[in-house]
């Protein structure tokens, strides 16, 4: 069936699923459903404490069997060691079936590739994947379907029921006997814990892990005591170089640097840009950077910002240390100045339910003015790719990608016009994960396309000397230093689907298979 | 004459000729010219991969007006005369001779050039070239170099080398440069050529560049090599004429030749005493504003 993206949704994984096609961002907007609510084993007697000797005993205490749903988040990125810990003991165990539920894999869960390929785990749900994992799923080792979803979807999935996590390992920098867990503190410091409260929310067993025990009570709880089962003490949780990193270094590539003050220019001569408004950006160089002289054009014209909201890097940080912004909103920290920022008592921690959750009574993401994204490929409808390479293999990750793109009232895409040798802006994504109707404004080294669905930005932009194209000339312009690159060949098994942040199925991911030339068929 | 030869070339910028990444789409930073460079670049057994990419980027790639100049290999390398072959059959602008240090250099380069014009059916004259100085002999015959052929538009000074024949070294100060630097651009403007001043290598001190091209237009350049895009707006806003000398350059030109009409040759423009002496540099001003895309006048 096609979709409102023009992508063919198989009917086979419509009934698999049970899931709609995607019928556009706001399909679901008023919708009533009832709350799911974890099974809960209640804690009366007084003696003892939840600790465990083990993840091992943890497993057998929370009654580990086949077919379990596991849930992980990903605040410790790719310095995380919780996974591999925990399902090196399933896998030990003999367990199989195992689904699972985090909120993103990347390479430094390479190791776990073996127990796709026995059997140990057989279904994938993340907001994207990297590495050799993807390469796995890529390739069809994974023998159920690996689901795709935004933070936000996340969220909603547990929420409503659709996805049910058995147990929960909640990674935490420190944490009492008694399970209170902090994102702060300790040696694996990463601020906050926001993807991991709806695990603890509903999830049948917590399981919290720490190399950080400190005496009761850990307070202010960021996940409270009431919903953790079992606390477990090990040496490390992850390795603190990768979980926080210094600040990035702004970068001197003048093609982002370009591409940075093309967005800053952008955004100062749009109508949004006023006093109050509200911001997001990523950790790419050209998003640091634009917010970086995007911080000295507030200064010079008086404006301040409302509220920031991130996934923070220190640019943003700076913005409350030089009393530019009056709070930020947190759901992840990128480097030791975010980390540290968290003290800061106009910097609040939200979880990712409060952050993007379409499935609430409203999340951060409508609220704000603009948000800088990035895409691996637009297209001339301005759906964006963010999950899959050009090559087909399964590489990145949604994040909060739709979320905040159908939220904000100006969102804007930064990529280079050329991926290497690969072109960026395309004729059609290779996969879509975010809808064209949710991107207003592409920005590449060769120039600036707004989305002909946004009349009123056309128009503001008119007297605006920045250079404008249309999305089909950038695509012309690629095209003619690249040539028209032939589509990826996928074989036909569907190997994953890319869910719309509402649940929905924006496209589908197929195994792929090697290139063959016409000549060769 | 070919009509580029005195075309606006305020930046000039060096690229690796064997890198595509590189010389893919320079065209972007909008600098006036590119250098391919052939030579110091590229490894002794890479010339021929260099050529190679060269010879495809310039038939291949439409550079939007950006010149295109390639920085050939020396005159006692064993690589020259190839280079110029694949120059002229790609269709380059111009051909940037190294380490050039008498008139007869140049005659041999333009020789091969004339060759390989009627071997790979060019117009003949559409090749120019420049001469890079790297030598105290180079600075010493300077004016010769610049007089030794139709087709040089202009001359270039090399510090690095430059300074290690001196037997000194790039300071930041420029106090090593001085000679070099105000004998060639004598002696171009003696001869009626350009003359541009070498790279400056450190870019962390974007200041210290900053001053470097100050002094560098105030003596009289007509533009800098540069080694990163970055290097670019600060060359382009310190050679383009402000708005302030722009309009002050145009009242100059139509006062002369208004009072020139009633017979007046000396009278005053905003408070400055100017007479006819004054037209050329007005004129000029008034064609750098023109070739820089900010003149929107009539004159």
Redesign the interface.
């Known amino acids: 069936m096609i979709n409102a993206v023009g992508r063919d949704i198989p009917q086979e994984i419509l009934d698999i699923t049970g899931k709609e096609v995607f019928q556009g961002v706001h399909y679901r907007d008023g919708y009533t459903y009832k709350k799911d609510g974890p099974n809960t084993k209640c804690v009366i007697n007084s003696n003892g404490s939840k600790l465990v000797k083990d993840i091992r005993e943890a497993l057998v205490k929370c009654e580990i069997k086949d077919g379990m749903t596991l849930g992980f988040h990903h605040h410790f990125r790719e310095g995380d060691y919780i996974v591999n810990m925990v399902m090196e003991e399933v896998h030990n165990m003999g367990i199989k079936d195992i689904t699972i539920c985090a909120s993103s894999l990347g390479k430094a869960h390479d190791k776990i590739v073996p127990y796709i390929e026995d059997g140990t785990i057989t279904n994938i749900q993340s907001s994207g994947v990297r590495g050799k994992i993807g390469e796995a799923i890529s390739t069809g080792k994974l023998k159920g379907l690996a689901i795709m979803r935004s933070h936000g979807g996340r969220v909603r999935a547990i929420e409503s029921g659709e996805t049910r996590i058995d147990i929960a390992f909640i990674g935490t920098p420190t944490c009492d006997d008694y399970g209170n867990c902090r994102g702060i503190g300790g040696k694996s410091d990463c601020g906050v814990l926001s993807y991991a409260m709806v695990d603890g929310d509903y999830a049948d067993k917590v399981v919290a892990i720490t190399d950080c025990l400190v005496p009761f009570p850990n307070f202010p709880a960021h996940i409270s005591m009431t919903k953790v089962d079992y606390v477990v003490e090990v040496d490390a949780i992850g390795d603190p170089a990768k979980i926080a990193t210094g600040a990035a270094k702004p970068t ?1 590539d ?2 982002k ?2 591409m940075a003050d093309y967005c800053t220019q952008f955004v100062v001569n749009s109508p949004y840009f006023k006093d109050g408004f509200s911001y997001q950006t990523g950790v790419g160089g050209a998003s640091i950077a634009s917010t970086i002289s995007l911080a000295k054009i507030m200064k010079e014209r008086n404006i301040r910002m409302k509220f920031g909201v991130g996934g923070l890097t220190k640019p943003m940080c700076d913005l409350l240390i030089n009393d530019q912004v009056d709070c930020l909103l947190d759901t992840q920290d990128f480097d030791l100045a975010a980390v540290e920022s968290v003290k800061n008592l106009k910097h609040f921690r939200i979880s990712a339910g409060e952050y993007a959750d379409p499935f609430n009574k409203g999340a951060v993401v409508n609220k704000l003015d603009f948000v800088i994204l990035a895409a691996l490929e637009v297209d001339v409808h301005f759906n964006c790719n963010v999950v899959v390479g050009s090559d087909g293999m399964i590489t990145g990750a949604q994040g909060g990608h739709p979320d905040t793109a159908a939220g904000a009232k100006c969102t804007i895409v930064i990529a280079p016009l ?1 991926q290497g040798r690969t072109p960026a802006i395309c004729t059609d994504v290779t996969t879509v994960t975010t809808p064209g109707e949710s991107i207003d404004v592409v920005i590449t ?2 120039g600036i396309a707004i989305n002909p669905a946004r009349q009123d930005l056309i128009e503001a932009m008119k007297d605006v000397d920045l250079p404008f194209k249309t999305i089909e000339e950038l695509r012309d312009i690629a095209y ?2 690249t040539g028209e690159p032939e589509r990826v060949q996928f074989a036909d098994r569907v190997v994953g689907i890319i869910e719309s942040r509402d649940g929905t199925v924006m496209d589908v991911v197929r195994q792929i298979k090697p290139f063959e030339f016409a000549d060769e068929k | 004459m070919n009509p580029n030869k005195k075309r606006l070339r305020r930046s000039m910028m060096f690229l690796n000729a064997q890198k595509p990444g590189l010389i893919k789409d320079p065209y972007i930073y909008k600098p006036d010219s590119i250098m391919l460079d052939l030579e110091d670049a590229v490894a002794t057994n890479q010339k021929d991969a260099a050529r190679f990419s060269l010879y495809h980027a310039l038939q291949e790639i439409d550079y939007r007006g950006v010149e295109r100049v390639v920085r050939i290999n020396g005159l006692d390398s064993e690589y020259w005369k190839e280079d110029v072959r694949v120059c002229v059959a790609g269709g380059c602008d111009a051909i940037r001779i190294p380490k050039t240090e008498s008139p007869l250099d140049v005659k041999a380069v333009e020789e091969e050039v004339i060759k390989a014009e009627k071997e790979f059916n060019r117009p003949e004259g559409s090749t120019l070239i420049m001469a890079a100085i790297e030598s105290a002999r180079g600075v010493m015959r300077a004016l010769d170099i610049c007089e030794s052929s139709e087709r040089l538009f202009g001359i270039a000074l090399s510090g690095g080398d430059y300074t290690k024949d001196l037997q000194t070294h790039i300071t930041g100060t420029g106090i090593e440069l001085m000679g070099a630097r105000q004998n060639m651009i004598i002696a171009a403007r003696a001869a009626g050529i350009q003359c541009f001043d070498t790279v400056y290598t450190n870019l962390d001190d974007m200041e210290g560049f900053r001053r470097d091209v100050e002094g560098i237009h105030l003596m009289g350049f007509d533009g800098k090599s540069i080694i990163n895009p970055r290097q670019i707006d600060i060359v382009h806003e310190i050679f383009t004429p402000t708005q302030k000398d722009i309009i002050f350059a145009e009242k100059v030109v139509k006062e002369i030749d208004e009072k020139k009409a009633l017979g007046i040759g000396v009278f005053t423009v905003d408070g400055k005493m100017i007479d006819i002496a004054f037209y050329d540099g007005a004129k000029r001003t008034i064609n750098l504003a023109k070739a820089s895309g900010v003149y929107k006048g009539d004159l």
């Open positions: 001197t003048m093609r640097l370009m050329l080294d060769y003619s230093i």
